[in-house]
C-alpha cells in the first residue's frame, strides 16, 4: 500500500495560438482539469495498479467539490483527507508556449497554509502502515520534518516540486529513499550551480553524501542525472509529441516508484520514469488516461 501526501487543486491550462506577447492579450484556449502534485502522483500510481490512500485538502466551494468528485469517480481512496468548511480549493494557473511546455504558472495554495501538523498526525494514524509514503513540499517545513521523522517504517519519497518549496526539505533529505527534484531546485538546495557534467554529478554526491538513497533530478530536454551508491549516470530523453508538460514530472515519479516497487534496479527506475513521463506528455491534462504498465513497457520496448 501506498500513502500519498500532497496537494490537490484544478489546473486551468491556457494553450497559445501563436508566439506568446507578454502585456497583450493572446488568443487562445483553456483546458481545466483536474491536478495537484500528490493528487496526480496518487492517480498514476492507482492506475498502475497500487492500492492509493490519498491524504490532500479540499475546501467546500464548487471547484473542491469538482475535485472531490474527480478523485471519488476515479476510484481513489480520499477518506483520510483534509476537508475545510469555508475554504477554497487550491487553483494553478499555467501559460504554454507555443512547444505547449511552461512558459509561467501562478500556484494559488493558500489552504496549505492552514494545515497544521497535528491534522496531519490524525490523519496518517488513520491509515495502514503504507509501504511507500510519497510527499512533496507544498506542505510547511514543520510538517515535513515531522512526517519524515515519524514514518521511518516506510520508504519515504519526496518530489520538490519548486525552487523556492524545495527548501523546506532541507532538514529531512538524510531521511529519503527517493528523491526526484529538477536542476533549479538541486541547484537551490545544494548551492552547486551545475553548469557541466562533472558539477551535474557533483550535484548527485552532494545529495547522496547527506543520506539520500536515491537521486533523481530531471534537467528537461536533457532527461535526467541519478545516481546512489553504487552509480551516477544519465538517461536522455524519450523522443515524444509533448501536447501538454503539466504533470510530467507527477508521472516519472510514479515511474520511478513503480520500479522500485517491483525490485528494479536504478536503471530501471529512470527508464520507467522517463516512460511514464513520455506517456504523459501525449496527453492534454496531468494525467493520461492511457497511464497503465503496459503502455509504458510499449514505450521501453520501442527504445
Not at 471547484?63 to 480520499?78: A, D, P, R, V
Not at 488513520?126 to 510527499?135: E, G, H, I
Not at 552532494?206 to 546512489?228: A, E, P, R, S
Amino acid at each position: 500500500m501506498i500513502t500519498v501526501l500532497g496537494a490537490s487543486n484544478v489546473d486551468i491550462t491556457g494553450f497559445t495560438e501563436q508566439k506568446l506577447i507578454y502585456g497583450d492579450a493572446n488568443i487562445g484556449h483553456t483546458v481545466t482539469t483536474p491536478g495537484g502534485v500528490g493528487r496526480n502522483i496518487a492517480e498514476n500510481l492507482y492506475r498502475l495498479g497500487f492500492d492509493i490512500n490519498l491524504i490532500s485538502v479540499f475546501g467546500d466551494d464548487p471547484l473542491s467539490e469538482y475535485l472531490i468528485k474527480s478523485c471519488q469517480e476515479l476510484g481513489l481512496n480520499i477518506e483520510n483527507s483534509i476537508f475545510l468548511e469555508n475554504a477554497s480549493t487550491a487553483t494553478f494557473l499555467a501559460i504554454m508556449d507555443l512547444q505547449n511546455d511552461l512558459a509561467l504558472g501562478i500556484s494559488a495554495m493558500d489552504v496549505y497554509d492552514e494545515i497544521s501538523t497535528r491534522m496531519i498526525d490524525l490523519k496518517l494514524r488513520a491509515t495502514q502502515q503504507p509501504d511507500y509514503l510519497v510527499f512533496e513540499t507544498n506542505f510547511s517545513s514543520d510538517i515535513l520534518e515531522f512526517v519524515a521523522k515519524d514514518n521511518q517504517k516506510a520508504k519515504l519519497v519526496l518530489d520538490t516540486v519548486s525552487g523556492k518549496k524545495a527548501l523546506r526539505s532541507k532538514e529531512i533529505l538524510p531521511y529519503l529513499h527517493i528523491l526526484k527534484t529538477n536542476l533549479l531546485e538541486a541547484e537551490m538546495l545544494s548551492g552547486i550551480n551545475p553548469t557541466n557534467a562533472e558539477s551535474r554529478e557533483e550535484l548527485i554526491s552532494y545529495f547522496l553524501n547527506l543520506g539520500v538513497k536515491n537521486v533523481f533530478i530531471t534537467t528537461g530536454k536533457d532527461g535526467v542525472i541519478y545516481g546512489n551508491k553504487e552509480v551516477i549516470t544519465q538517461r536522455g530523453p524519450i523522443p515524444s509529441t509533448i501536447l501538454n508538460t503539466i504533470g510530467a514530472g507527477d508521472s516519472f515519479v510514479s515511474g520511478i516508484v513503480y520500479a522500485d516497487a517491483l525490485g528494479m534496479d536504478i536503471h530501471k527506475m529512470a527508464l520507467y520514469g522517463m516512460a511514464s513521463a513520455s506517456l504523459n506528455v501525449q496527453f492534454n491534462g496531468a494525467v493520461s488516461t492511457e497511464m497503465t504498465v503496459e503502455n509504458i513497457e510499449k514505450i521501453i520496448t520501442n527504445q
